[in-house]
């Protein structure tokens, strides 16, 4: 599986971005999906992650209420709609890949197969 995701760029404190990973193949309806962020110097951390299905989400307390995830399996596209976002969101942002449904894990960057190239995402206050 390849993942390609594109959309970051830059915006001031309170817009919003909209970020899409594209994956090929044919098995990405199997797949657990989610989005990362890793910013100089720091750990790469769970942003949100959705089931393969997509009725289950996940998302982590800093974006809960601004940030949504959704996939479109026809289209083996996973999106993440970005709103009020605020300078702490500046990071390289990576789409990953899980060959789970879902995961008791699904926050840990380990328990991901592929992984995407990253998009950066930079917000001024």
């Known amino acids: 599986v390849q993942l390609q995701a594109s959309g970051g760029g830059s915006v001031q404190a309170g817009g919003s971005l909209r970020l899409s990973c594209k994956a090929s193949?044919?098995?990405?309806?199997?797949?657990?999906m989610g989005w990362f962020r890793q910013a100089p110097g720091k750990e790469r951390d769970i942003v949100a992650a959705?089931?393969?299905?997509?009725?289950?989400?996940y998302y982590a307390d800093s974006v809960k209420g601004r940030f949504t995830i959704s996939r479109v399996n026809s289209r083996n596209t996973v999106t993440l709609q970005m709103n009020s976002l605020e300078p702490e969101d500046t990071a390289t942002y990576f789409c990953a890949a899980d060959r789970a449904n879902w995961s008791p894990r699904l926050s840990r960057a380990y328990e991901y197969d592929y992984w995407g190239q990253g998009t950066q995402v930079t917000v001024s206050s």
């Open positions: 959705i089931s393969s299905s997509g009725i289950m989400t």
């Open positions: 193949g044919r098995t990405f309806s199997s797949y657990l």
